[in-house]
């Protein structure tokens, strides 16, 4: 009987869906805004969860996204129909490996392919000011790059 319960356990537990563990990077770094599964916070904190996912399809949202954590980004956005105002700091202290694993958290269940390192490396080549990252968002939200 002992036997039969701890085989019906293992089962149970091989046939557990593949849990969505955020990685280390996105809960230290991210998660305090973005929340775990980056799905934001309404007026103050956009949802990533879903619009990361679209975003990343095209080189130059993934460029964005790279150029995001590494720069920052503050000022007026739209997401959902409503206003957010904020500001969210560079990450460009973090690791390329760490960037690149919050971002493909963030972009995750979607077709996109997960963020390689060498993506956040290309991005650090070329810092942006904030004036500089509020056009190119504003110029992917009019080409439907940016949801
Ligand atoms: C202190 C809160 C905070 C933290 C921590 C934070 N963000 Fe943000 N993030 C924001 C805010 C606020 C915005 C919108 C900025 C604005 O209003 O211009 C934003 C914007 C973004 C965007 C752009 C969304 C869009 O629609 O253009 C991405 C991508 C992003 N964050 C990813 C991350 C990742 C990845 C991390 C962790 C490495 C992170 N954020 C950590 C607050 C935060």
Redesign the pocket.
């Known amino acids: 009987m002992r036997r039969t319960g701890v085989a019906a356990l293992l089962a149970a537990l091989c046939a557990a869906p593949a849990t969505a563990a955020p990685p280390p ?2 809960k230290a ?2 998660q ?3 929340q775990a599964d980056g799905q934001g916070l309404a007026g ?3 949802r ?1 969860a879903g ?2 996912a679209t975003i990343a399809t095209k080189p130059a949202g993934r460029a964005y ?1 790279a150029a ?2 590494t720069n920052g ?5 739209t ?1 959902d129909g409503t206003p ?6 560079s ?1 460009a202290t ?1 690791s390329d490996r760490d ?1 690149a694993a ?2 493909s958290h ?1 972009a995750r269940g979607g077709t996109a392919a997960p963020f390689k390192p060498a993506e956040i490396a290309a991005a650090r080549t070329t810092p942006m000011k904030n004036s500089a990252m509020t056009e190119l ?1 504003a110029r992917l939200v009019a080409d439907g790059t ?1 949801p």
């Open positions: 990077a996105w770094n991210c305090v805004c973005h103050q904190f956009p990533l619009r990361a996204l995001v954590v980004l503050a000022g007026r956005i997401v957010i105002i904020g500001v969210m700091p990450f973090l960037l919050a971002l963030a968002r940016i």
